[in-house]
């Protein structure tokens, strides 16, 4: 089709849209923002005569190269570390895409622009299909890998896991609370614009070093949709920013959406790039490279900067908060280590750091050795059959931490972590916005103005609350997380392959879990603030032990 047909064909489309007049509309989805005074423009038409065909060749290339792969013999020369990490990554991302679909109707509502409703229609779609792609590769690696345990469970077991948890969370932002905020914001605006480059673009480059050529030609088919979706967030932003009463909103949801977003994909993103390559090649960029130039550069400077000329007041503080998190502050590696630790109550191997791996680390990360080095070298000692698991052993010095409420991610770099009393209980945060988040953003007021329709944190959000006084064995058959043979773990700490070498259930018995929020609770207000001291001196004892 011509560009003009296009054009044509999409102001036609929008005499379809119609306000029935034989009933009063009922609002599903709500919304504090207001859409008076809204221009109604789509920058990026796009109609189903142009899109279907596009798409099609696009999938005509993910399928023809996962026949490639197959013949290819790609599964025996791909990096087992590197598809290990794909048990966590495949069994998270098809959420978000889904979710992302579902938030498209949240909008439909909300936002009175027919012209925007193509391309909201359009991006559902779209987000269909990339859950579909993304499924169909974990069904390949299933099917092809040396060891599927892990993959083929993943639907099941990812949303009750140690970590797993927190990317539902994250997911079921896109879809909960304020529409705008959830599918417009949060979505749009933070994490398609900014994350999806390292999402997308960076970690296909790192699985292509590893021996996966699959996981770029599906991934980078999904980034080549995001311009539309990016597109569409811009839209609405742009209408939200001509009525002066949604800049309050705006600033404060573009707080809340930078945070999370930094919180929880860098947390996931980094490790998986930093922590499931064997590619050490000192002048391969590392995650923090990768995020000054994908996140600081392209995203920050180059579009949230901009949006300073229409009176919008940028979260400048916590771009650079979030930046000297990854840099200064190790997060991604606090992440690696947490995820480490807690190997029995996973679904994938996770492997140990070698020499070579120690040298590249602190190349990049000047530092990195003093402080994660002797972990590493105990990870590899504790991975044999018959030690003691690594969790409950002191002797390594390392201190469970608390759970953010907020993010899910724990409280990793301790001198940050705060408490907070929501209805007489207390909970733990990672940083004072994650405390922010819960207690002023998320709440039925914000800065004197009404916000009805802004969500709640609320359920059981905490995973180590689920499992408080547990033995591990019984915990992991509960996630069910053991072989088809009823007793050997689906989690190994290492990759020895052999089943002489694989941890069973009699391994790890006679280890109690525990919940720290639960334990801080139960102390008294001076053992308690002697306990938090501690805890951000990085010095206190476990208060599950």
């Not at 791909?78 to 794909?86: A, D, G, M």
């Not at 404060?252 to 945070?259: C, F, G, V």
Request: hydrophobic residues 35%; glycine residues 6%.
């Amino acid at each position: 089709m011509s560009r003009q047909s296009v054009a044509r064909a999409h102001q036609k489309i929008q005499e379809l849209s119609w306000e029935p007049a034989y009933h009063e509309p009922v609002s599903q989805y709500g919304t504090d923002y207001s859409f008076q005074k809204a221009q109604k423009k789509d920058p990026l038409k796009q109609v189903l005569r142009s899109y279907f065909p596009m798409q099609e060749e696009k999938d005509h290339r993910v399928y023809g190269a996962a026949d490639g792969a197959i013949r290819g013999n790609m599964f025996r020369q791909v990096q087992e570390r590197w598809l290990e990490w794909q048990k966590l990554f495949l069994s998270i991302i098809p959420l978000p895409e889904i979710s992302a679909a579902r938030a498209m109707p949240l909008l439909f509502r909300t936002v009175p622009n027919p012209e925007l409703h193509n391309g909201q229609a359009i991006q559902m779609i779209d987000e269909v299909r990339h859950s579909t792609i993304q499924q169909n590769l974990k069904r390949l690696y299933m099917n092809n890998y040396i060891d599927p345990a892990g993959f083929n469970s993943s639907l099941r077991n990812f949303q009750n896991d140690y970590c797993g948890t927190i990317g539902r969370q994250f997911a079921e932002g896109f879809i909960t609370g304020d529409a705008i905020t959830a599918a417009s914001i949060y979505l749009t605006i933070v994490a398609e614009t900014a994350f999806t480059n390292t999402l997308f673009v960076a970690m296909p480059a790192e699985a292509a070093a590893n021996g996966d050529y699959l996981l770029p030609t599906v991934f980078h088919s999904v980034q080549s949709d995001e311009s539309r979706h990016i597109s569409n967030g811009y839209s609405i932003l742009l209408m939200a920013l001509a009525d002066e009463d949604n800049r309050q909103l705006l600033e404060r949801d573009l707080r809340y959406a930078w945070w999370n977003n930094h919180c929880v994909v860098d947390a996931a993103i980094g490790t998986f790039i930093e922590y499931g390559t064997k590619d050490r090649r000192k002048d391969r960029d590392s995650y923090a490279e990768m995020w000054r130039r994908w996140i600081y550069d392209d995203y920050y400077r180059s579009y949230l900067i901009p949006l300073e000329k229409y009176g919008l007041v940028i979260p400048h503080d916590l771009v650079e908060k979030a930046w000297d998190r990854i840099y200064n502050k190790h997060y991604v590696h606090r992440v690696a280590q947490f995820f480490a630790t807690g190997w029995p109550v996973n679904f994938w191997r996770i492997d140990a750091m070698t020499d070579k791996d120690f040298e590249w680390f602190e190349h990049k990360y000047p530092g990195w050795y003093a402080e994660f080095g002797e972990f590493w070298k105990w990870y590899a000692k504790l991975s044999h059959k018959g030690e003691k698991v690594l969790l409950f052993n002191s002797d390594v010095g390392y201190v469970y931490p608390h759970r953010c409420w907020s993010c899910l991610v724990p409280c990793l770099i301790r001198e940050d972590m705060v408490v907070g009393e929501i209805n007489g209980e207390l909970y733990t945060f990672a940083h004072e916005l994650d405390r922010w988040t819960t207690m002023v953003a998320f709440n039925d007021e914000y800065e004197g103005r009404p916000t009805p329709a802004m969500g709640r944190f609320s359920g059981k959000r905490e995973w180590e609350t689920l499992y408080d006084g547990w033995d591990l064995a019984d915990a992991i058959k509960d996630l069910n997380f053991v072989r088809s043979d009823g007793k050997t773990l689906v989690p190994q700490p290492h990759l020895r392959f052999d089943d002489k070498e694989m941890w069973t259930l009699d391994d790890v018995r006679g280890n109690t879990l525990g919940s720290p929020l639960n334990a801080l609770r139960g102390m008294s207000p001076a053992d308690r603030e002697k306990h938090l001291a501690e805890y951000r001196a990085g010095f206190t004892i476990n208060p599950c032990n």
